[in-house]
């Protein structure tokens, strides 16, 4: 059996629809945020520290192509899209907050200030922003290629993957419309409509008679 599309259901059933995503959303970010402040922080900028830090970034790469897949295939791609960026977002600024965290603990001076898990995430998030209020900046030169690779990542994440995501959608929609179409019965052709069985039926008859 077909699901109905978004545009099929009722405004109730749509409403009901977005909350559940919605809700699926803020338990997701919930949990990363729980799992930020549970975390053993304490490691030391050893090599083991740097592949645990680009383990993370491999790994949100990879859900990166895990949504797009789920999205294209999803019977609800716009929804799905909005719950990829929902979570992913603050899956990247978690991670960067968690590891200036490990650099504040093991070089005290490698901000202006130290930093709680508070105010890892609060610089996180200004440097993700541009709003670079100054109260708390990178002094030390590991400080600053990280938050540098930050920035990078941030202009990568705002541009290219909402592209990704916006044509995962766009591919989703039109497969739907494809499969709708096969449905019915009809041929699915871009700006005019099918001809009618009937219509050609008494085309027919008239030029019969």
Do not use: C, H
């Not at 001076?109 to 708390?136: C, H, K, M, P, Q």
């Not at 290219?160 to 497969?175: E, M, N, P, T, Y």
């Amino acid at each position: 059996m077909t699901r109905r599309r978004y545009e099929e259901l009722t405004p109730r059933a749509r409403r009901r629809l977005i909350t559940l995503y919605l809700l699926r959303s803020a338990a997701s970010v919930t949990l990363l945020v729980v799992v930020y402040y549970k975390a053993p922080l304490d490691a030391s900028l050893d090599a083991a520290s740097w592949i645990e830090f680009g383990v993370a970034l491999l790994a949100f790469v990879a859900m990166i192509a895990w949504q797009v897949r789920a999205i294209i295939s999803s019977d609800l791609p716009r929804l799905r899209a909005i719950q990829a960026v929902a979570v992913g977002l603050p899956l990247l600024l978690l991670i960067f907050a968690s590891t200036y965290i490990v650099i504040a603990r093991n070089q005290p001076e490698a901000f202006t200030e130290a930093l709680s898990r508070t105010d890892s995430l609060y610089f996180t998030v200004t440097v993700f922003a541009t709003v670079g209020f100054g109260d708390i900046a990178p002094k030390t030169e590991l400080a600053r290629v990280v938050t540098t690779i930050q920035m990078l990542l941030g202009v990568i994440v705002v541009g290219l993957i909402a592209k990704i995501f916006l044509s995962a959608v766009q591919v989703a929609v039109r497969r739907r419309g494809e499969i709708s179409a096969g449905a019915t019965g009809l041929p699915a052709v871009d700006g005019a409509e099918a001809p009618s069985p009937t219509g050609g039926e008494r085309s027919g008859l008239g030029s019969g008679g």
